[in-house]
């Protein structure tokens, strides 16, 4: 039976056989997430790991972009007690530096304490960090972001899943943190998400387990909304205007019990945040981490998911419902009953978006990290699509030297651009990522720098970063060292 149900499902599903890129981690990677945390223009990589609550294990893995879509395992060194299955990298506070925020358990006292840990980027390096009790003993396995308060600052949202509860840590625009705020749920949280779902310039909240429900953040408070109830499990919820009118929608991934059915479901929003479901397809199998993103730029939002431990899924958008499946066998040597977690975004500077997955597994396993890179004609393959000989022309139409360096206490700062740049400025700020000093580039003129802030405060001695930023984001940076 074993064997005739591999047959008729390959048949069922359509199968890409392809290579990826590999990297080998340190094991138990949990989840993934890509920014540019030392803001060199390219993307790279943070992952998370389950370390099962020892502390000898790294909690966190950074691999370091080189510009072309390859990378190095830059740090494995930030070590501690926490569960990372929702790591992300995100700007907090008034730098320019994307800060880790993580989850932390401390077993020290003899009775759990939790935190919400967040590592604060300081020029591309996280040492200085702060905790923020969650005030509860239990696990919060979930946690996203977002502006629940329309004050341009975000926002983390967290849920526990035996708690039975979700809440929310407000910013206090500082990258500092309120204690945590708490609303109760009849059931077990397996998905949490974060969005405007009705065009307010507030961020909203939705929960799912054997319900699906809403809170609309307004300004008196929230505003609940049930969506459905008495639902298959539903272990992941995602926002995104799948139908292209303009209004955030929901997609869900209901995972009933082994016997029963599973199912992908989409409920469209009217506008009004009135919620139809117009899509709902049983499936083979349960499935888990949903990605939306659009990957063959056609300004449809598609979908990537995994299965099994070995497999990730993707599902194109065609007019608002999903395509058949397409399905990318990954590292066929790893255990099948191992999580496979995905992010998606452009690694390799082709404008189209790459697919990254970590796999968990609690033993060590080579190639654990694989990358698929997006080859502009729906498909994927294992090299990067940007050769070094075109990335090191791209960056060459950008200049950017200061001389004398080092230098006291004047210095030269010479530049050139394409004129197509938008609003480009020229910034100095220090190693702890304090801008100091803003110019305007005006007709390629040089800049001259005294040593003085915005304030015309002279400054003190040592390392100071200077870059060209537009509308684009940070396109080249450099280092200068004054001396006194």
Known sequence: MRIKFIFVLILLISIKYIYSAEYTIPRAASSVYAEDIDLDGDKDIIVGHNTLWEYTNPSISILTNDGNGNFTISDTSIVFCGDQQDIFAKRLNDDDYPDLITFMADFSTGEAERYIRIFYNEYGIFESFSDYPLLYSEPVYLKTYGDIDDDDDLDIIVAANLGQRWGWLSNNGNGEFSEPSYVNVTYHPGGLAC??????????????????EVYLSIQSGFEYVLIEEGIHYANDVEIADIDNDGYEDLIVSEYGSPTSPH??????????????????????YGISDMTLVDLNNDNNIDIIYSKWGIYIYIRLNVNGTFAEEQYYPTNLNAPYFNIRSCYSTDLDGNGWND?????????????????????????FVEEPQVSAENYELQISNYELQNHPNPFNPVTTISYNF??????????????????????????????IWDGTDNSRNQVAS?????????????LISKKMLLLK
């Open 195 to 212: 969005g405007d779902l009705n065009n307010n310039g507030r961020d909203d909240i939705v929960v799912c387990g054997t319900s699906l």
């Open 263 to 284: 199912f992908l479901s989409i409920y469209y929003n009217d506008g009004n945040c009135n919620f139809n479901l117009g899509y709902h397809e049983e499936i083979s």
């Open 355 to 379: 697919i990254i997955t970590v796999q968990w597994c609690n033993i060590p396993l080579e190639g654990n990290l694989h990358i698929l890179f997006n080859n502009e004609e729906g498909d």
């Open 418 to 447: 394409p004129a197509n740049i938008v609003n480009p400025v020229i910034e100095i700020f220090n190693i702890k990522g304090e801008t100091i000093r803003k110019f305007n580039c005006q007709n390629q003129i040089p800049i």
């Open 462 to 474: 040592g390392v100071y970063l200077y870059r060209i930023k537009s509308d684009e984001g940070v």
